[in-house]
């Protein structure tokens, strides 16, 4: 679920607005018509299903300024009944299905909006601006929603509602329609990791999926479509006086950002970019539960290392065999043919590239069938609810429950002191290293990055941007550096280890290594002399 854009209009600081929240999945439509009458809803149920056709219909103008502010305006038809509601950008760091926005609903006389409402809602800029240049029907939906009351037994109430309809624009030949086949799991009071323990449940024997985008945005995309782009990292937003259980859940909901935001793409796209972020976000994620064990209980949290491990493994083949044949491989034939050897080598590569395609194709299969696999919406489901409620995850001694409830800038200190000192210890003449050494330097690296990037936005943006930015030079190198090793292991592995293609790539991995050395050299030295962000105390 994409976060707003730093230019949408947002509530006013320190007024109090409506919010709904909800964790919305997509579902087919076999198990649409079977989920009401599921086990796991038996004993939660407060009350009957109300079944109801919903006519919703969406204003904006012709170009969608309202969608590119992240606003919604509807009016919609229930029965007799017209209300109309103005919806908000999603909050930052909405992950895991869940999503939380500023929501105002009025009764309306008829299925025109009420202007005069626009006023009282933090948007009315926005607002304000759309109805001068002139609003009107953009798409409507048409659903018939089945909601069913619940009740868990910590007294967290909610609503299920299962959406079977579509989305379909308004004017305009052709109509253009999307189906809509959708669970919405609405908080109305209470703890909200009931809902993903609920969503978790369901998805051990209901084929689940995650749905990012809102009725109005797919409504938008029929309207106004856009190729997607993979998604890249974003630091998570945290407040320079967030307390530390604050500041992992704002790191996890930011880590499955990227992982949920990358899954369409790794599913349907073939660009090598989808599983490269969607793999980083993993990395990430991996990370930061690594750092979480100092706070939280190992056994409530290794289950969920465990599984990330499994997605890691999944993407990682795919993501080194599409280095490997879309960098390496032409960087060696490039290498091969300056060296003047095509004529002996080109055979023993051609067969070796050969080879890759179809280990290729296997390992993107193998990618793809994780992502889609029940196994994957569980395991994003587990990790939004520990960000949900990360205290719940703690030990039970009063150690762990104050590292979680202390301030986040205390937490980070130490460690990042920690693991600073751990990597300069490892970096004595790092250019001429031994390959063992130049890797425990590069993990060391890894590790140090990750938690810079978590705990950075706690400090001083000025104070942290020379210190990241000589960090990830350092690991860029020594990541060149590795990639070299791992495209030399595959070459053997591919071809064979006597084969004259990997005795080329063994080659040209040492050739390589040795080029570097002074680059590496020179960005260890810039390291070493940046000054760290965090106080020295």
Same mark, same amino acid.
């Given at each position: 679920?994409?976060?707003?854009?730093?230019? &949408?209009?947002?509530?006013?600081?320190?007024?109090?607005?409506?919010?709904?929240?909800?964790?919305?999945?997509?579902?087919?439509?076999?198990?649409?018509?079977?989920?009401?009458?599921?086990?796991?809803?038996?004993?939660?149920?407060?009350?009957?299903?109300?079944?109801?056709?919903?006519?919703?219909?969406?204003?904006?103008?012709?170009?969608?300024?309202?969608?590119?502010?992240?606003?919604?305006?509807?009016?919609?038809?229930?029965?007799?009944?017209?209300?109309?509601?103005?919806?908000?950008?999603?909050?930052?760091?909405?992950?895991?299905?869940?999503?939380?926005?500023?929501?105002?609903?009025?009764?309306?006389?008829?299925?025109?909006?009420?202007?005069?409402?626009?006023?009282?809602?933090?948007?009315?800029?926005?607002?304000?601006?759309?109805?001068?240049?002139?609003?009107?029907?953009?798409?409507?939906?048409?659903?018939?929603?089945?909601?069913?009351?619940?009740?868990?037994?910590?007294?967290?109430?909610?609503?299920?509602?299962?959406?079977?309809?579509?989305?379909?624009?308004?004017?305009?030949?052709?109509?253009?329609?999307?189906?809509?086949?959708?669970?919405?799991?609405?908080?109305?009071?209470?703890?909200?990791?009931?809902?993903?323990?609920?969503?978790?449940?369901?998805?051990?024997?209901?084929?689940?999926?995650?749905?990012?985008?809102?009725?109005?945005?797919?409504?938008?995309?029929?309207?106004?479509?856009?190729?997607?782009?993979?998604?890249?990292?974003?630091?998570?937003?945290?407040?320079?006086?967030?307390?530390?259980?604050?500041?992992?859940?704002?790191?996890?909901?930011?880590?499955?950002?990227?992982?949920?935001?990358?899954?369409?793409?790794?599913?349907?796209?073939?660009?090598?970019?989808?599983?490269?972020?969607?793999?980083?976000?993993?990395?990430?994620?991996?990370?930061?539960?690594?750092?979480?064990?100092?706070?939280?209980?190992?056994?409530?949290?290794?289950?969920?290392?465990?599984?990330?491990?499994?997605?890691?493994?999944?993407?990682?083949?795919?993501?080194?065999?599409?280095?490997?044949?879309?960098?390496?491989?032409?960087?060696?034939?490039?290498?091969?043919?300056?060296?003047?050897?095509?004529?002996?080598?080109?055979?023993?590569?051609?067969?070796?590239?050969?080879?890759?395609?179809?280990? &290729?194709?296997?390992?993107?299969?193998?990618?793809?069938?994780?992502?889609?696999?029940?196994?994957?919406?569980?395991?994003?489901?587990?990790?939004?609810?520990?960000?949900?409620?990360?205290?719940?995850?703690?030990?039970?001694?009063?150690?762990?429950?104050?590292?979680?409830?202390?301030?986040?800038?205390?937490?980070?200190?130490?460690?990042?002191? &920690? &693991?600073?000192?751990?990597?300069?210890?490892?970096?004595?003449?790092?250019?001429?290293?031994?390959?063992?050494?130049?890797?425990?330097?590069?993990?060391?690296?890894?590790?140090?990055?990750?938690?810079?990037?978590?705990?950075?936005?706690?400090?001083?943006?000025?104070?942290?941007?020379?210190?990241?930015?000589?960090?990830?030079?350092?690991?860029?190198?020594?990541?060149?550096?590795?990639?070299?090793?791992?495209?030399?292991?595959?070459?053997?592995?591919?071809?064979?280890?006597?084969?004259?293609?990997?005795?080329?790539?063994?080659?040209?991995?040492?050739?390589?290594?040795?080029?570097?050395?002074?680059?590496?050299?020179?960005?260890?030295?810039?390291?070493?002399?940046?000054?760290?962000?965090?106080?020295?105390?």
């Amino acid at each position: 679920m994409a976060n707003p854009r730093a230019s &949408r209009e947002r509530p006013d600081a320190g007024v109090a607005v409506p919010t709904e929240t909800e964790l919305k999945l997509r579902i087919t439509p076999e198990a649409a018509t079977t989920l009401a009458r599921h086990p796991a809803l038996k004993p939660l149920k407060r009350g009957p299903a109300r079944k109801a056709h919903l006519l919703s219909t969406y204003y904006d103008t012709d170009d969608g300024a309202l969608a590119a502010a992240g606003i919604a305006l509807r009016v919609r038809r229930d029965g007799r009944r017209w209300v109309q509601t103005i919806k908000g950008p999603a909050e930052v760091g909405s992950a895991g299905g869940m999503s939380a926005r500023a929501e105002f609903e009025w009764p309306v006389t008829g299925p025109n909006p009420d202007p005069l409402r626009f006023a009282t809602t933090p948007f009315r800029r926005a607002l304000g601006k759309a109805e001068k240049r002139g609003i009107r029907p953009r798409f409507t939906t048409d659903v018939t929603r089945t909601a069913t009351p619940l009740t868990f037994p910590d007294s967290t109430m909610a609503v299920l509602c299962i959406d079977v309809g579509e989305v379909r624009t308004e004017d305009g030949l052709p109509v253009l329609r999307d189906p809509i086949h959708e669970i919405e799991l609405e908080l109305e009071a209470g703890n909200v990791a009931r809902l993903f323990e609920l969503a978790h449940t369901l998805a051990a024997s209901v084929p689940l999926a995650f749905e990012p985008a809102s009725k109005a945005e797919r409504g938008h995309a029929l309207r106004h479509p856009h190729a997607a782009a993979p998604l890249h990292a974003s630091d998570a937003d945290l407040p320079g006086k967030a307390r530390a259980g604050d500041a992992f859940a704002a790191i996890i909901r930011a880590c499955l950002a990227q992982i949920e935001g990358n899954a369409h793409g790794v599913r349907t796209d073939d660009d090598p970019e989808w599983i490269h972020q969607m793999r980083i976000g993993v990395r990430r994620l991996r990370a930061c539960l690594s750092l979480a064990r100092k706070a939280m209980a190992a056994a409530r949290i290794e289950p969920l290392r465990v599984e990330l491990r499994w997605l890691a493994q999944a993407l990682g083949t795919a993501r080194d065999l599409d280095v490997f044949a879309t960098s390496t491989l032409p960087a060696v034939r490039d290498a091969v043919a300056q060296g003047g050897n095509a004529a002996v080598l080109e055979p023993s590569l051609a067969k070796l590239a050969a080879r890759t395609t179809v280990w &290729r194709k296997d390992a993107r299969s193998i990618a793809q069938a994780a992502v889609v696999s029940p196994r994957f919406v569980r395991l994003v489901l587990a990790a939004a609810a520990l960000a949900a409620a990360p205290g719940a995850y703690a030990e039970r001694s009063h150690a762990h429950q104050h590292k979680l409830s202390s301030p986040a800038r205390d937490f980070a200190r130490p460690l990042l002191k &920690r &693991r600073h000192r751990a990597l300069v210890a490892l970096g004595n003449d790092l250019a001429h290293a031994a390959p063992e050494a130049r890797h425990a330097a590069r993990l060391a690296a890894k590790k140090l990055r990750y938690a810079t990037e978590f705990f950075a936005p706690l400090f001083p943006k000025k104070r942290t941007r020379s210190y990241r930015k000589a960090l990830a030079a350092l690991q860029e190198e020594l990541g060149a550096w590795n990639d070299a090793a791992v495209a030399a292991r595959l070459a053997g592995e591919l071809a064979g280890p006597q084969s004259p293609a990997a005795a080329a790539f063994s080659g040209w991995a040492a050739a390589r290594s040795a080029a570097r050395s002074e680059a590496l050299a020179t960005v260890w030295t810039r390291f070493t002399k940046t000054r760290p962000f965090w106080p020295r105390n």
